[in-house]
C-alpha cells in the first residue's frame, strides 16, 4: 500500500501568512489522483482539492494544490482565522486507499 | 446539500460485533458510492471500504475478514458490520460519500466529497 507522509506536523502561523503543507507517498500516485481535506473540531472533513490541484466549487480561491508523482503541496495564501486546523492528504489512485498523518496549522 | 450521519453502539464488548448505520439526508444514494472510515485516538485515518449503489463492494486488506458494507436504497442508509472486535478497534467512525465521476477519468470511484460528523465507538468489556 501506498504510505502518505506529511510535514510538518504542526505548522505554527499568523493570519495573513501563507501555509505550505507537503504530501509525499512512498510510491507514484495514479493519475495524481490525490485529495486534501481539512479538518476542525466538531464538523464534518471538508474536501478541498482533488486530482492534486483542482477545487471543488465553493472553496476559496486561496487554497492550493500542486504537485505530481510522489510530491504534493497544499498551498493557503493569507490565511484567514478559519483556516486554523488539521489538514490531510489522500491518496485514491491505487487500493487500499490511504491517508497522511496530518498537518495542524496552528496559531 | 447532502447530509450523513453516522448512528449505532458507542460501546461494544470484545469478541462481538460493531455495528453502524450511516443515514443519508439532501441527496440520493445513487449513482455513488459509500465508504467507511476510521480514526483511533491518537492516530490516523484508516479508510476500511466502500460499496456501489448496486452492491460492489472494495475493502482494506488489513479488514477484509471481519468487514461487511451494505447499502439499502430504499431507505437512503449503508451500514457497517465489523466481527470479532478488541480494543484495536476502538476509534471514531466515520461515513462519508465518494465522488462517482470524473471529467478525464469517466466513472470512479474517487475521492470523499461529503463527510459524516463521526461517531466514538469503545471497545471495552
Known amino acids: 500500500e501506498i504510505v502518505l507522509t506529511q510535514s510538518p506536523g504542526t505548522l505554527p502561523l499568523s493570519p495573513g501568512e501563507r501555509a505550505t503543507l507537503s504530501c509525499t507517498a512512498s510510491?507514484?500516485?495514479?493519475?495524481?489522483?490525490l485529495a486534501w481535506y481539512q479538518h476542525k473540531p466538531g464538523q464534518a472533513h471538508r474536501l478541498l482539492i482533488y486530482?492534486?490541484?483542482s477545487r471543488p466549487s465553493g472553496i476559496p480561491e486561496r487554497f492550493s494544490g500542486s504537485g505530481s508523482g510522489t510530491d504534493f503541496t497544499l498551498t493557503i495564501d493569507r490565511l484567514e482565522p478559519e483556516d486554523f486546523a488539521v489538514y490531510y492528504c489522500?491518496?485514491?489512485?491505487?487500493?487500499?486507499?490511504?491517508f497522511g498523518g496530518g498537518t495542524k496549522v496552528d496559531i | 446539500q447532502v447530509r450523513l450521519q453516522e448512528s449505532g453502539p458507542g460501546l461494544v464488548r470484545p469478541s462481538e460485533t460493531l455495528s453502524l448505520t450511516c443515514t443519508v439526508s439532501?441527496?440520493?444514494?445513487?449513482?455513488?458510492?459509500w465508504s467507511w472510515i476510521r480514526q483511533p485516538p491518537g492516530e490516523g485515518l484508516e479508510w476500511i471500504g466502500y460499496i456501489y449503489y448496486n452492491g460492489n463492494t472494495n475493502y482494506n486488506p488489513s479488514l477484509k475478514s471481519r468487514v461487511t458494507v451494505a447499502v439499502d436504497t430504499s431507505t437512503n442508509q449503508f451500514s457497517l458490520k465489523l466481527t470479532s472486535v478488541t480494543a484495536a478497534d476502538t476509534a471514531v467512525y466515520y461515513c462519508?460519500?465518494?465522488?462517482?465521476?470524473?471529467?478525464?477519468?469517466?466513472?470512479?470511484?474517487?475521492?470523499?466529497?461529503?463527510w459524516g460528523l463521526g461517531t466514538l465507538v469503545t471497545v471495552s468489556s
Open positions: 462519508a460519500r465518494v465522488h462517482y465521476y470524473d471529467f478525464w477519468g469517466g466513472y470512479g470511484p474517487y475521492y470523499f466529497d461529503s
Open positions: 486530482g492534486a490541484s
Open positions: 439532501g441527496g440520493p444514494i445513487r449513482p455513488y458510492y
Open positions: 489522500q491518496q485514491y489512485g491505487s487500493s487500499p486507499w490511504t
Open positions: 510510491q507514484s500516485v495514479n493519475n495524481n489522483y
